[in-house]
C-alpha cells in the first residue's frame, strides 16, 4: 500500500499541477516532494520494525496470461533507492526556487511524472514493469532538457541522448523477452529461475544485452557520448535528476536484475564488463583533469565513480553490492550538492570556467567551507559518506581481481588531483577582477548547501542505519545465487 | 442481420438529398454495425452465414468489423472540417469511403477465395477514384492513376493465383482447401497459387518488396484519404490476409514463411532508412506506415499459433496514432501553404497545444515507447516472433525501430522548437475533442491491455 502511495502521489500530485496551471506550481511541488519523504520514513519504519509486512507491498494481475503484474515490493536495497530520489526530490525542487521558468507548472509536473516512474522502476518486483517504467522516465527529462535548455543545439543533443538510450534499453527488452521464453512470467522470481537455468554461455550473451542497456545509461565508455553534452545542456534541476536518481536506475538494475538472474553469465563471461567499466575510470579521470568548465568536470567525475560502483557491483559478493547501495546513495548527494555549487558559481559569475576564477575564498569563506565538505566527500576522504561507499566496492572489486582494483582504485588519487585542482583555481589564491565581488549566499543557497553537507557527513560519520536497511535484502539476494 | 444493416449505412448515403443529414446518418450506422457486431459477439460456435456460407460472421469478423467501425467512426469525425457541409464533393466523399469500409467487413469474414477476390475488388476500386478526388491537383491524378494500374495488376496476379489452387483443389472453400493442404501432399500447382496471392497481398499491405507505389500514392491523395488508406485500408488487407493464412495454411509450407521473413526484413530495413532522409513529413509518414506493416506481417507469418487478437490490437492502435498524426499533418501544412516539412512544424506547441500534444503522443506511440498502446502493440509482434525463433527477425525490428525513434523524435523536437511571431492555429471544436479522445485512447488501451486476454478470436 505504502509502496503504491509512492508511486501514486507525485502522479497525482503531476496531474494537479499541470492542470492548476503556473500559479504556486513550485510551491506544491515542494510540498509532494516533503510529503513523499515522510511516507518513505515511514515505510522504512514499517520495514525496520517487522509488523504489517504486506504494507510494503501491492500485486494485482495486469495481463495475467502473459504473466504481467502490477507488482510492487519494498525491500531494503528498494528502501534506499526510494530513500535516495525522496531525499533528494525536496532539495532539487527548492534549488530552482531562485530560477524562473517559462510555464513552470509543465516544468514541476514534468519532474514530478518523472519521479513517480523512477520510484515505479526502484520498486517493482516485475521484469516487463521493471522495462516500462525505466523508459518511460526518458520521456519527462527528455521534454525538460528540450524545452527549458538555453544551450545551442540543444535539439540534437536531447535528439542523442533519447536516442542512444532507447536503442540500449531495446537490448535489454530482447533479453527479458529471451529469459521470459523460458520463464512464461514476468515476476522477477520467476525470472530469477529461469535465468539461472539457462546454461553459462547464454546467460553470457543475456548479460550482454543487460549491460548494453545499463552501460549507456549508466554511463560506462564507451557508451558515455551523450553525457557531458547532455548535462552541459541540461537546465541545473534536469542535470540534478540526470546524474544524481536517473541513471541509478541503471546501476539498480545490475543488483535487481542482472546479478540474481544471471550469475553464471556474470562469473564466467563478464570480465569484458568489468574491464570496461575500469577503463571507464581511467579514461574519465583522465577528461576530468583536462576540463576548464566546471560543470563537464562534474560530468567526467560522475563517469568515474559509476566506474567504480559498476565493477564494484557487478564483482558479485557481498561487499561490492553493499557498496554499490551506500555509493548510490552518496553518490547522488555529493552530485546533487556539486551541482548546487555549479548554480551559485554560474549565478553570480555568469561563466563556469574555472581559469578565470580564484580566490573566491577571501571573499566568502563560509561557500568556500561548504564548498571543500562536498569535494571532500567526491574525493572519498573518511568520515565522508563517499568513503563509505567506495571503500566497500573496492573492497568487493578486490575478491574478483586485485588487477582491476588497483586499475579502479586510481579513481581515489586521480578524484583527489582534478577535484582539488578545480578546488584550488576556483577558491584558492587572490581574487581577480571578476571574483572580487562574489555576493554572499543567500538564505536558500545556504540551506541547500547546509542540508548536503550534513547528509554527508552523517552517512560518513554514521553510515550503519543505510547498511543495515539494506543488509538482509542483499543476503536474500545472495542466497538466492548460491 | 449485419448485412442487412450494412444495406442501412449504404442507404445512408443515398439520402445525399438531405446533404445536411450526411454525417450524422453516416455515425449513427457505423455505431448501429458497431452495436450489432457487440450483440453477435461470442456466438462463435455457431457463426453467422451469408450468402450460402461464402460469408463467415465468427468472432474473427466481428473484431475486425469492430475497428474498422471504430476506426470509420474517427475517420469521419475527424474529417468532417475538410469539405463543405453541402458540397456534393463531400456525399460522392462518403459513399465511397462507406462501399470501401463493405469491402473490409467481407475481406474480414470470407470463407471462400470468391469472396476474399470480391472484397479486394470492393475495398480497392473506391480508393482509386477516391486517391484522385483532388481533380485539379496533379500528384493526386497521378496517385490515382499509379495506384489504379498497379492495384490491378496486383488483383489480376492474385486472382491467377486463386484460379491455381482452384485447379489443385477444386474448391474456392477455404476448410477444404484447409484440408488437402493438411494432408501434405500437395502439388506445386497449390504452392504456386500460395505464393501468388500472398504476393497480390503483399502489395494491397504494401510490404517491401511491392511497396514502391505507397509513397507517391500516399503524399499524391489529399491527406484524409490518406489517413484512409494508411489505417482502415491497411487493417482490411491485414485482416483478409491474416484470415487467408491462418484458415487455409495454417503450417505455412518453408518457402512460404521465408518469403514472409524476407518480406518483413527488407520492409523494416528500406522503409526506416529510406524515412530518415525525406524532407515531406507526409511521405515521412507514409513510409512510417509502411514500416508498421512490416510488424504486422510478422503477424501474419506466425498466424500458424498466434491469436488474431493482437493483430487486431496492433491496427486498432496503429490506426487511432496513424490517424491523429495525418490529421494534424493536414490541419498543419494547409495554414502553411501546403509547407509539410519539419519547418511548418515548428513552434507547433505555442501555436496549438492540443495538437502538439496529440501529435507528439501518437508519435511516441508509434515509436513504441511505453506507456502507450504503440510499445504493448511491438511487443506482441516480438514475442511472437520469439516464440517462434526468429531472433534475427526481432533484432532487425528492434534496431530499426530505434531509427524510427530519430524521425518521430526530430518531428517532436521541431514541434517544441519556439519561433517568432506565430500566429495560433485555430481548430473547430469536434477536432479538438477528437484529438484528445485519441490521445487519451492511446493511454488507455495501454492500460486496458489485460482485458485482450479476457476474449478468445
Known amino acids: 500500500m505504502l509502496t ?10 503531476a496531474g494537479a499541477i499541470f492542470v492548476m496551471g503556473s500559479k504556486s506550481a513550485r510551491q506544491l511541488a515542494l510540498i509532494t516532494g516533503v510529503v513523499e519523504l515522510l511516507v518513505t520514513f515511514a515505510a522504512i519504519w514499517v520495514e525496520k520494525s517487522g509488523n504489517n509486512p504486506e504494507l510494503l507491498t501491492f500485486n494485482k494481475q495486469w495481463i495475467g496470461p502473459l504473466g504481467i503484474s502490477y507488482a510492487f515490493s519494498l525491500d531494503g536495497i528498494s528502501l534506499v533507492m526510494v530513500l535516495l530520489t525522496t531525499l533528494l526530490l525536496p532539495v532539487i525542487i527548492y534549488s530552482s526556487f531562485n530560477k524562473t521558468f517559462r510555464n513552470p507548472h509543465v516544468f514541476y509536473g514534468l519532474m514530478l511524472l518523472m519521479i513517480a516512474s523512477m520510484i515505479g522502476a526502484f520498486t517493482t518486483s516485475d521484469g516487463l514493469m521493471f522495462y516500462i517504467f525505466y523508459e518511460f522516465a526518458l520521456i519527462p527529462i527528455y521534454f525538460m532538457i528540450l524545452i527549458w535548455s538555453h544551450a545551442e543545439g540543444r535539439a540534437r543533443i536531447t535528439l542523442k541522448f533519447f536516442l542512444y538510450t532507447l536503442f540500449g534499453s531495446l537490448f535489454m527488452l530482447v533479453s527479458l523477452l529471451y529469459v521470459y521464453q523460458h520463464s512464461h512470467s514476468f515476476a522477477l522470481e520467476d525470472l530469477y529461475a529461469a535465468g539461472q537455468a539457462l546454461s553459462a554461455y547464454e546467460q553470457g550473451w543475456v548479460f550482454a544485452g543487460f549491460f548494453i542497456a545499463f552501460a549507456v545509461k549508466i554511463p560506462v565508455f564507451p557508451f558515455h557520448t551523450w553525457q557531458p553534452a547532455t548535462y552541459n545542456a541540461a537546465p541545473t534541476a534536469g542535470a540534478m535528476l540526470l546524474a544524481g536518481i536517473m541513471l541509478k536506475m541503471a546501476s539498480y538494475g545490475l543488483i535487481r536484475l542482472v546479478l540474481p538472474m544471471l550469475p553464471e553469465g556474470v562469473a564466467e563471461y563478464g570480465t569484458w564488463a568489468l574491464v570496461l567499466a575500469s577503463v571507464s575510470v581511467l579514461y574519465a579521470s583522465g577528461m576530468a583533469i583536462v576540463q576548464k568548465k566546471f560543470k563537464l568536470l562534474i560530468a567526467y567525475s560522475s563517469i568515474a565513480h559509476l566506474g567504480v560502483l559498476t565493477a564494484g557491483i557487478l564483482s558479485g559478493n557481498a561487499q561490492g553490492i553493499q557498496g554499490g547501495v551506500m555509493e548510490m546513495l552518496s553518490h547522488g548527494i555529493i552530485t546533487v550538492g556539486l551541482f548546487v555549487v555549479y548554480d551559485i558559481i554560474e549565478s553570480r559569475m555568469s561563466h563556469d570556467e574555472m581559469h578565470r576564477m580564484g580566490g573566491i575564498r577571501e571573499v566568502n569563506p563560509q561557500f568556500a567551507f561548504l564548498f571543500f565538505v562536498i569535494v571532500m566527500g567526491s574525493v572519498a576522504l573518511p568520515m565522508t559518506s563517499g568513503f563509505v561507499g567506495e571503500f566497500l566496492l573496492l573492497l568487493g572489486l ?24 578545480s578546488f584550488q583555481a576556483m577558491m584558492l589564491g587572490t581574487s581577480n577582477a571578476h571574483t572580487q565581488h562574489f555576493a554572499p549566499l543567500n538564505q536558500q543557497e545556504k540551506t541547500l548547501l547546509y542540508i548536503i553537507v550534513a547528509m554527508i557527513v552523517i552517512l560518513g560519520v554514521y553510515p550503519d542505519p543505510i547498511l543495515s536497511l539494506s543488509n ?11 | 442481420m449485419i448485412i442487412s444493416l450494412l444495406g442501412i449505412v449504404i442507404l445512408a448515403v443515398d439520402l445525399i438529398k438531405m446533404r445536411k443529414l450526411v454525417l450524422p446518418v453516416t455515425i449513427a450506422g457505423l455505431i448501429a454495425l458497431l452495436g450489432s457486431c457487440i450483440m453477435d459477439w461470442g456466438h462463435h460456435e455457431v457463426p453467422f452465414a451469408q450468402y450460402g456460407g461464402m460469408l463467415l460472421f ?10 474498422f467501425s471504430v476506426l470509420a467512426i474517427f475517420w469521419f469525425l475527424m474529417t468532417s472540417d475538410q469539405y463543405e457541409p453541402t458540397s456534393s464533393k463531400k456525399t460522392d466523399l462518403y459513399a465511397l469511403s462507406i462501399f470501401s469500409i463493405c469491402g473490409a467487413v467481407v475481406l474480414s469474414s470470407y470463407s471462400s477465395m470468391v469472396m476474399l477476390f470480391l472484397g479486394v475488388e470492393i475495398l480497392s476500386i473506391p480508393l482509386y477514384v477516391l486517391a484522385a478526388s483532388d481533380r485539379k491537383n496533379i500528384l493526386s491524378n497521378e496517385a490515382g492513376f499509379k495506384y489504379f494500374f498497379l492495384g490491378s495488376l496486383a488483383s489480376a496476379v492474385m486472382l491467377f493465383g486463386i484460379a491455381l489452387i482452384y485447379g489443385a483443389t477444386g474448391t474456392f472453400d477455404l476448410q477444404t482447401i484447409a484440408t488437402t493442404f493438411a494432408t501434405g501432399n500437395y502439388s506445386g500447382l497449390m504452392l504456386t497459387g500460395c505464393i501468388l496471392i500472398l504476393t497480390g497481398f503483399a502489395f494491397k499491405v504494401s510490404v517491401a518488396p511491392f511497396h514502391l507505389w505507397a509513397p507517391d500514392v500516399y503524399q499524391g491523395a489529399p491527406t484524409t484519404i490518406t489517413a484512409f488508406m494508411a489505417t482502415i485500408v491497411k487493417a482490411a488487407a ?16 518453408q518457402v512460404v514463411t521465408s518469403i514472409m ?11 526506416n532508412i529510406t524515412a530518415v532522409t525525406q524532407t515531406s513529413s507526409k511521405r515521412l509518414l507514409a513510409y512510417s506506415s509502411l514500416s508498421h506493416a512490416g510488424y504486422m506481417l510478422g503477424f501474419v507469418m506466425m498466424s500458424g499459433n498466434a491469436p488474431a487478437k493482437y493483430l487486431m490490437f496492433y491496427t486498432l492502435t496503429y490506426g487511432i496514432a496513424s490517424m491523429t498524426s495525418f490529421s494534424i499533418l493536414q490541419h498543419v501544412s494547409s495554414i502553411q501553404g501546403g509547407d509539410d516539412s519539419r519547418e511548418a512544424f515548428k513552434g507547433l506547441v505555442k501555436r496549438n497545444p492540443v495538437m502538439a500534444g496529440a501529435m507528439t503522443v501518437s508519435l511516441l506511440s508509434m515509436a513504441g515507447i511505453p506507456p502507450l498502446s504503440g510499445f504493448l502493440g511491438k511487443y506482441y509482434a516480438i514475442t511472437q516472433l520469439l516464440s517462434g525463433d526468429y531472433l534475427a527477425l526481432v533484432i532487425i525490428m528492434i534496431l530499426t525501430s530505434a531509427i524510427a525513434a530519430y524521425y518521430y523524435l526530430r518531428l517532436i523536437a521541431a514541434m517544441f522548437t519556439p519561433i517568432e511571431n506565430a500566429g495560433r492555429i485555430m481548430t473547430g471544436g469536434l477536432q479538438r475533442g477528437m484529438y484528445i479522445v485519441l490521445t487519451l485512447l492511446l493511454l488507455v488501451t495501454f492500460f486496458a491491455a489485460s482485458l485482450l486476454e479476457l476474449i478468445e478470436v
Open chain 1, 4 to 13: 503504491l502511495l509512492l508511486i501514486a502521489i507525485p502522479l497525482f500530485m
Open chain 1, 398 to 421: 578486490n575478491q574478483y581481481s586485485t588487477a582491476l582494483t588497483i586499475v579502479a582504485g586510481l579513481t581515489v588519487v586521480l578524484g583527489a588531483v582534478y577535484m582539488l585542482r
Open chain 2, 261 to 271: 521473413a524476407v518480406m518483413i526484413a527488407l520492409t523494416l530495413i528500406l522503409s
Open chain 2, 238 to 253: 491485414f485482416a483478409g490476409m491474416y484470415r487467408l493464412f491462418a484458415t487455409s495454411f495454417p503450417n505455412h509450407p
Open chain 2, 58 to 67: 465468427d468472432n474473427y469478423a466481428l473484431g475486425f468489423t469492430m475497428v
Open chain 1, 472 to 482: 538482509p535484502s542483499v543476503e536474500t539476494l545472495l542466497q538466492g545465487i548460491h
